[in-house]
């Protein structure tokens, strides 16, 4: 009988789907955070990779062509997005496109939800297109919280990990300074051109120096940023009801997809913190210690000895990458906090504690909705004045998050909104959030009489 993996279906996703090295590679990156794609690829290309963004939301329609409805929203728009760019790749250099050149950067997660399907699925889709058969699909995972060997040669591996997480808190500051600043901007326009100044510094600087790993300089245009960000706030405008988000990544994340919900929620006259990126990176990196240390005790009560040893030193690794993203976060907030009063960013720890003191879930059952539920808890703890929790239609651990959170938040009589994004245009969708806001505002105002 023949093996089922040595069938070409299979051969094709095991062979196609991978982690490749990179090096000399077109490797093109979903612009799921717009900055932090922007970033991400800058990191990339001072290791010799030459990363570009694709263009979002432009191949929708061919997304939705060849997926059946039944596939998470944000898989239709990153398919979309990469058959729209490689046509257009195709059309553009013509009888020179050479497949074989370019990679499609897609992670995944292990676990029970469908994104660690996305990029088998989308394997099957590209090979529909003789043309795009031999473009290869590169993954980092959360099974091995992210590692990046075996996309970059190892002694590179860890030095781009490290400058992508500092990218990462990079961004996450950067957009902390906006929702912090821009509800109250004297000039309107002024935040996002000064941010978009600091990232176009941040990319040239990454570009050319980053594996150099420039912190001192990338900490010095954030903190120059939130300097000059202070000086654009009207201090006469009243703060505003402070709206938490939380919820899938992708959604949250890609204005394109939850149709710039943090700017609606502006416009109607709230002050927004979304959860950071760093949030996802931090949690997956702590269940890398909690699945070790689960394994450590396996393996001594089973008296498998022999695996105790490697898998201690695993643990001790992953010890010590936490402590560095620990500092390195720490060490990012402190240079913008001194400046300016952004929202400081929740610790997965203390996210963890609350889960187990209020027995209301636990990171044992993993995905995002830890985190969502966790978080919300922690908005709520911060004086928050309403919590939107933004997913894909259908999403499996948004849709527990939100059984959860509804009648607790109800109990505390704290606005909550869920809101569900696939393409289509809700007519409903501004005057629920409108409502909303308006709720969290008459919420402010109760706290502030002392009611
Ligand atoms: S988190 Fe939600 S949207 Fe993402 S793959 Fe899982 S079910 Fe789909």
Known sequence: MT?????????????????????????????????????????????????????????????????????????????????????????????????????????????????????KFQRLVLDRFPQFADVRIAYLSTADAYSTEGILPPEEASLFRKLSYVGMVVVDV???????????????????????????????????????????????????????????????????????????????THPGSNQNLIRLIERFGGEVVNASLSEWFNFVSYEGLRKLSREIRL????????????????????????????????????????????QPDHSVWRIESHL????????????????SIGGAIEYILEGFDGIVNVFPFTCMPSTVCAAILRPILARYRIPYLDVAYDDSIQPNREMAIRTFVYQASQRRFQKAKGA
């Open 3 to 119: 093996n089922v993996l040595e069938h070409p279906t299979f051969k094709r996703i095991t062979d196609r789907v991978g982690k490749f090295n990179l090096k000399g590679k077109k490797l093109l990156i979903p612009d799921m955070a717009p900055i932090g794609a922007r970033l991400f690829a800058a990191s990339f290309r001072s290791f010799g990779v030459d990363a570009e963004v694709m263009e979002t939301c432009k191949g929708l329609d061919l997304g939705k062509a060849f997926t059946s409805g039944k596939e998470c929203y944000p898989c239709q728009v990153t398919l979309g997005d990469v058959l729209f760019h490689l046509n257009r790749e195709k059309e553009r250099l013509g009888k020179d496109f050479s497949p074989e050149n370019y990679v499609y950067f897609l992670p995944e997660a292990d676990g029970p939800c469908r994104f660690g399907m996305y990029n």
């Open 174 to 252: 950067l957009d902390r300074i906006t929702w912090r600043v821009r509800p109250y901007e004297r000039i309107p326009g002024s935040t996002d051109r000064l941010i978009e100044e600091a990232v176009r510094k941040l990319e040239a600087l990454l570009s050319e120096r980053g594996r150099k790993l420039p912190f001192k300089e990338m900490y010095e245009i954030v903190e120059d940023t939130a300097e000059k960000a202070k000086a654009l706030i009207d201090y006469r405008i009243p703060r505003k009801p402070k709206i938490g988000i939380v919820g899938e990544i992708y959604l949250r």
């Open 299 to 342: 393996a001594w009560h089973l008296r498998y000895h022999r695996s105790l040893w490697p898998f201690t030193k695993r643990l001790i690794a992953q010890g010590l990458e936490v402590g560095y993203q620990t500092i390195r976060q720490r060490q990012v907030y402190r240079r913008v906090l001194d400046k300016l009063d952004i």
């Open 356 to 371: 187990r003191k209020s027995g209301l879930f636990s990171f044992q059952i993993g995905t995002e909705a830890a985190l």
